[in-house]
């Protein structure tokens, strides 16, 4: 996992104005889906486009290839996103100037003499692309709504809530779709849909992608995925207050991090906030690593959790806190604590002993053969 970049996320000011400066040079701008439109591509434009009229600047989405797949189709259609999929160009006397947003060249034979007034990607450019006006590619981010989400963070941009709906759930199914279901996202691809997600239909991205997750577990996961600490092979987050019916998001957010990652351990907590305003910590490490005690780990902190092969989980009551501390302060005092117990065990792990190591293997080997020896029977 990518941490954060400040230096791009400190650009994002100088980038979105020398973006406005290049869309306002222009009074029509012909915005280009080069290639098969993905949906990347398909939500960038689309943005881009209402930042366009935002600045009193005209423009049209036009892609020279139809859609392929379903999903696309259906996005498309229920956002009624003005792509126009034609088999030639328009007159193309009608722009002053032409914008390629999600891919490598800008180089578009059918626009002649046209000026490109902007190219943004997140590829490595390519050879045949031609001058811009403006240009950025950023191969460090995922996919290029990320990056036009955080423009609109930065432009603040007075758009009309269904519009803004339109906008924010197709960059939002472009961030899923070029980080496989988020399985490759940064802080950036999760600040980006921090903000979206407000503005966005996540019912119709269920629909569209058959999330297993729940909104809520999401929104964990991607907390995760941006306050993560890394320390040696272990990865650790502290997602902050969760109430008590999506307490299960932990243990999810555990595997996710391990699942999607190539550390050896992860670790997630966060503080359970109870219906009757009882709080306490809660903790699930999960590892890869069948010689780790974890449990041995888990009762070196609390005697209250345990662990078995690969999973753990603890709890750490906080009734004589939660009455009177400010959340806040009672947050940081428990993330910096949690986190200097698991780096401290981290260190002091203990091993298992091969016989015990052999006695888990054993189990699973047991367990293997007694499945063939049924298949037999059953022949
Ligand atoms: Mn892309």
Known sequence: MCSVNSRNKMNIANLTNSLIKAIKKHKSILIFIKGSPDPDAIGSSFAFQAICSSLGVKSEIIALMELSLNQNKMIVSSLSIPVQFRQNLPDIDKYDAYAVLDHPSNYVREVGQLVCAVHLDHHAKSDDSVDAEFSFTEESINSLSSLIALIYREMNLNIDREYMRRIATSLYYG?????????????????????????????????????????????????????????????????????????????????????????????????????????????????????????????????????????????????????????????????????????????????????????????????????????????
């Open 175 to 379: 961030i899923l779709t070029d980080t496989d279901m988020l399985s490759h996202a940064t802080s950036i691809d999760s600040d980006a849909l921090e903000y979206i997600s407000a503005f966005s239909d996540i019912k119709l991205i269920e629909s569209l992608v058959a999330l297993p997750y729940s909104g809520e577990t999401m929104t964990i996961i991607q907390k995760a995925i941006r306050s993560n600490i890394v320390y040696k092979n272990w990865i650790i987050a502290g997602v902050g207050y969760i109430d008590e019916e999506n307490r299960d998001a932990i243990a999810i957010t555990a595997d996710y991090l391990l699942n999607n990652n190539d550390f050896s351990t992860s670790v997630v907590f966060a503080i359970i906030r109870k219906k009757d305003g009882s709080k306490f910590i809660d903790a699930s490490l999960r590892t890869k690593l069948i010689m780790l005690d974890l449990n041995h780990f888990i009762h070196e902190i609390t005697p209250n959790g345990g662990a078995r092969k690969y999973k753990g989980a603890y709890q750490v009551d906080l009734d004589y806190f939660s009455k009177y501390a400010d959340e806040e302060f009672l947050w940081n005092f428990v993330r910096s604590v949690t986190v200097s117990h698991i780096k401290h065990g981290r260190d002091t792990i203990k091993y298992l002993a091969v016989t015990d190591i052999f006695s888990r293997i054993g189990n699973r080997f047991s367990r293997i053969k007694s499945i063939f020896h049924q298949k037999d029977i059953n022949q």
